[in-house]
């Protein structure tokens, strides 16, 4: 059974800090993928990577950076919180070739006071 | 422009009642979509796809080409079925395949 591991389920954090949101999954897949899930919004992609060392913009990446030094690994970056970045953040992964279902982790609330 | 529609952000059915979630798609290309399903307090995972034609936990979706749907349907609601369900659309980004969800309906079912 596919296994994404997010590092955190609550997180509290300050306006201005840097803050890393941590993804590991198990499963030998190529891509992952972030999201942020807002009520009455659903799922908007911020950033997602299909090999190690990749990275491509998603719909809202603006204040957001990524890193994927590992396969297994993806980290997604608050450079500086604030806190309209208050969401619950979910990690995913996937197949690369096409049409692949994405299994999620069980997310992080972060908060931004 | 919205990719993927569900127009019903909440619908509340009772128990053995018949359930039809809505989901449109905007999308030029032949489309690979999805129904994922969140429960209180669970992961989101994968309900079900149109490409495996299935049918999960009594749900089965059937892609409307015409009238570019891919509704969600059961013909008698259980309480267990109470959750939040995704529509999603498998699109090219970049020569890569990324989803793009529909804003989510609640389902709540009532005994």
């Known amino acids: 059974d596919v296994k994404v591991t997010q590092s955190s389920r609550y997180l509290v954090k300050r306006t201005g800090e840097k803050v890393f949101l941590e993804c590991v999954q198990d499963?030998?897949?190529?891509?992952m993928f972030w999201y942020r899930q807002d009520p009455g919004l659903g799922l908007r992609l911020i950033y997602f990577?299909?090999?190690?060392?990749?990275?491509e913009k998603g719909d809202i990446p603006e204040g957001y950076s990524v890193s994927r030094e590992k396969k297994e690994r993806f980290s997604l970056i608050l450079e500086s919180a604030s806190t309209n970045q208050t969401s619950m953040y979910l990690c995913?992964?996937?197949?690369?070739?096409?049409?692949?279902?994405?299994?999620f982790g069980d997310g992080t609330r972060l908060s931004i006071l | 422009a919205q990719r993927v529609t569900q127009p019903e952000k909440l619908l509340s059915v009772f128990k053995g009642a018949p359930v039809e979630l809505k989901c449109n798609y905007s999308?030029?290309?032949?489309?690979?979509l999805f129904w994922y399903v969140q429960y209180s307090r669970q992961r989101l995972q994968l309900l079900l796809r149109?490409?495996s034609r299935e049918s999960i936990k009594g749900f089965t979706a059937d892609l409307n080409k015409g009238e570019t749907s891919f509704h969600l349907k059961k013909p008698f609601a259980q309480e267990e079925d109470s959750a939040m369900y995704y529509c999603?659309?498998?699109?090219?980004?970049?020569?890569?395949?990324?989803?793009?969800f529909g804003k989510g309906t609640m389902l709540l079912v009532s005994p």
């Open positions: 995913a992964s996937s197949f690369r070739r096409g049409g692949q279902p994405q299994h």
């Open positions: 999308y030029s290309g032949s489309p690979e």
């Open positions: 499963m030998d897949h190529e891509n």
């Open positions: 990577s299909y090999d190690v060392k990749m990275k």
């Open positions: 999603a659309l498998s699109l090219g980004r970049s020569g890569y395949s990324t989803l793009t």
């Open positions: 149109h490409i």
